[in-house]
């Protein structure tokens, strides 16, 4: 069965198409035929190695993704909310050769929504990943409405649905932004944009004198965003930065995988995009066999909306 992966850890050039076993299907899982996977930086990372230690297997090929799309094949007992041919979207715990590049992938039930009506495949395959991680962030953070949130990263896939959840929410958002990027962000609904780098703390603060409620840090900025928070303010970090342990900050990393197979997560996030309140923004696609074209343009930064493998 086709994929794309590494035989050896590497660059973008050591991606290339790979044969894998199809995957079994059991109890509670669901199988899609695979028409679009998302390329993320936790992607470029596992391509390089970078979570090789964790993975219980160490045989290759190794096939990254965590983002999948496509039709529903085969449904097993107990599975009631989608059904073969139904269009669906899925988020993927990758381990070694089970990643989401593949032209055929099992999940968890639990994993698999229904797609969003009048989505493609390609438009719901930039949802599940960011999306859980932009919602699980909010809900660990625990901020009340009229309470303020500060964005970094916001023009980027998890920044900009943080940005767009938060104010269905009813947060009031301060987003950091590139000249560029500035009406971008504020098309997303950030009540307040500041230019990004970093002093953005700095010029947090001109707008909230005593500091922000809560920080989604996307940039990964770690301590130098820091000082925007009032003391025993929350933080959310995506790359499980802990803090310096100082003013009584509250902070949550958020690992996707914790929510992997909270489906009445994942199904809101659905419903959110029917509703209009997140946007699917796909930048642009690559057959699967460029997947190491995409990486690399990802690498290069700049990527507004999400690349896709089509297959």
């Known amino acids: 069965m086709r994929a794309v992966g590494v035989t050896e850890f590497g660059g973008p050039e050591a991606l290339h198409l790979v044969d894998v076993e199809p995957e079994p299907l059991g109890p509670g899982q669901v199988r899609l035929r695979v028409e679009a996977a998302a390329v993320s930086p936790t992607d470029t990372h596992a391509r390089a190695g970078a979570y090789a230690d964790r993975d219980p297997v160490t045989t290759p090929p190794w096939v990254p993704g965590m983002d999948v799309a496509g039709v529903v094949t085969e449904v097993g007992d107990g ?14 715990v990758p381990f070694g050769p089970y990643g989401a590049y593949r032209e055929d992938k099992v999940l968890p039930g639990d ?30 953070m625990g ?50 944009v500041v230019r990004r780098g970093d002093d953005v703390a700095d010029r947090i603060r001109e707008h909230f004198l005593d ?34 342990g100082q003013r009584g900050l509250r902070f949550f990393p958020t690992l996707v995988r914790r929510v992997a197979t909270e489906r009445a997560m994942l199904d809101g996030l659905r419903e959110a995009a029917e509703q209009g309140v997140v946007t699917l923004r796909v930048a642009r696609t690559f057959p699967a066999d460029q997947a190491a074209e995409a990486h690399r343009l990802l690498e290069r930064g700049g990527v507004r909306g999400r690349l896709v493998l089509t297959f």
């Not at 969003?116 to 909010?138: C, D, F």
């Not at 820091?226 to 933080?235: E, H, N």
């Open 211 to 244: 500091g922000v409620d809560g920080l989604a840090d996307g940039s990964v900025q770690d301590a130098l965003v820091l000082p925007a928070v009032k003391d025993g303010g929350a933080v959310a970090t995506v790359r499980g930065y802990r803090g310096d």
């Open 111 to 140: 994993s698999v929504v229904r797609a969003p009506k009048n989505a493609t495949a390609v438009e719901a395959s930039t949802l599940p990943m960011n999306g859980l991680t932009a919602r699980y962030s909010l809900d660990l």
């Open 79 to 92: 599975v009631e909310h989608v059904s073969v041919g139904d269009t669906a979207m899925g988020v993927v």
């Open 143 to 192: 901020l009340r409405p009229g309470q303020v949130l500060a964005v970094t990263g916001a023009a980027g896939a998890y920044g900009g649905y943080v940005v767009q959840l938060a104010k269905a929410d009813g947060l009031t958002v301060v987003a950091d932004a590139s000249e560029a990027d500035e009406q971008l962000v504020r098309d997303l609904g950030a009540d307040v």
